[in-house]
T-cell receptor, first 114, second 112 residues
């Protein structure tokens, strides 16, 4: 079991749907991250939140919209996705961003866009 | 291009042997390195990390070696067990960066 919890574990959505991915951590970490991982590829950074403020947006299309309601929660809102957006979406947290401390990952949400 | 990479996509070892997984990086500003293990259907799991002011760090059955001269990182797993079967990623961070950059990954296969 991980200390970063992601829901749902699996999600199938159509290209016109709106859905949200959720992430929660209770380790007191002040940095939270979204990564995208395609099959047989390494995770790729999408967004970084530091002290609940968006600090990194790695040129991600606007159909992905992150939100950090508080220091323990991180959401990723999805709208009008494309089939190529199907992937494993990983949430992670660390004590602080930019510091040399490890990221702790959840087990991801497996997203399929039909 | 990518700032970290791995030499082999797949490594097959006999159970009980030692495994060595390699990683090369290109960014001279990289100052923190981590090895992650990812099992099927799970997220990456932290194994061991090392800062650039060190060249070796040991954990339980694992050792990470860092050679800054040639920008090379390796993970050694002693007495490999079936439970070690997974994809292993190296990742790096550098001053001014807010997130880890991952290498391509090596799939470790354990043969009985």
């Amino acid at each position: 079991d991980t200390e970063v919890t992601q829901t749902p574990k699996h999600l199938v959505m159509g290209m016109t749907n709106k859905k949200s991915l959720k992430c929660e951590q209770h380790m007191g970490h002040r940095a939270m991250y979204w990564y995208k991982q395609k099959a047989k590829k390494p995770p790729e950074l999408m967004f970084v939140y530091s002290y609940e403020k968006l600090s990194i947006n790695e040129s991600v299309p606007s159909r992905f919209s992150p939100e950090c309601p508080n220091s323990s929660l991180l959401n990723l809102h999805l709208h009008a996705l494309q089939p190529e957006d199907s992937a494993l979406y990983l949430c992670a947290s660390s004590q602080e961003s930019g510091a040399n401390s490890p990221l702790h990952f959840g087990n991801g949400t497996r997203l399929t866009v039909t | 291009g990518e700032s970290v990479g791995l030499h082999l996509p797949t490594l097959s070892v006999q159970e009980g042997d030692n495994s060595i997984i390699n990683c090369a990086y290109s960014n001279s500003a990289s100052d923190y390195f981590i090895w992650y293990k990812q099992e099927s259907g799970k997220g990456p799991q932290f194994i061991i990390d090392i800062r650039s002011n060190m060249d070796k760090r040991q954990g339980q059955r694992v050792t990470v070696l860092l050679n800054k001269t040639v920008k090379h990182l390796s993970l050694q797993i002693a007495a490999t067990q079936p439970g070690d079967s997974a994809v292993y990623f190296c990742a790096e961070n550098h001053i001014g960066a807010d997130g880890l950059t991952f290498g391509k990954g090596t799939h470790l296969i354990i043969q009985p």
